[in-house]
């Protein structure tokens, strides 16, 4: 039993990683879908379009047996998708900076919930205590 597991262990690895390579693919197909939806009006109609197609050529590639063909088209469709993030990105920054206090500084999560206050402390000794 031990050597016919032994024996297998490369077409193991091999599916393993053939596993591994479409959920990655599955997930990044999944995640720039929904970004692209979501912020594909911040970015030009031709980053959109090579975005889209990337897509959709990494779910051709997901159809077939080809892991290298997928890993290529995973990699390609990486690439594309960068231009949303940087989309995403600014647009994130861009809230942020919006959201300032109104004496223009910007408000942090400390000061909405919580004020500290710096206090000294002095140790009192109990005159019953100490005679004991």
Not at 6 to 34: P, Q
Not at 56 to 75: C, F, M, R, Y
Not at 112 to 128: F, G, H, L, M
């Amino acid at each position: 039993m031990v050597k016919d597991a032994e024996s297998h262990s490369v077409e193991d690895e091999k599916k393993k990683e053939e596993i591994e390579t479409r959920n990655n693919a599955d997930s990044l197909v999944y995640s720039t879908e929904k970004s692209l939806n979501e912020y594909g009006d911040k970015v030009s109609e031709e980053d959109r379009n090579a975005i889209q197609q990337a897509i959709d050529k990494l779910k051709e590639s997901l159809k077939g047996e080809n892991v290298e063909a997928i890993k290529a088209d995973t990699e390609a469709l990486t690439q594309a998708s960068h231009k949303l993030a940087e989309a995403m990105y600014a647009q994130a920054a861009a809230e942020q900076a919006t959201s300032t206090s109104e004496d223009g500084s910007a408000a942090t999560d400390a000061d909405d919930d919580e004020t500290v206050i710096d206090v000294e402390a002095e140790e009192v000794v109990d005159e019953d205590e100490s005679e004991k």
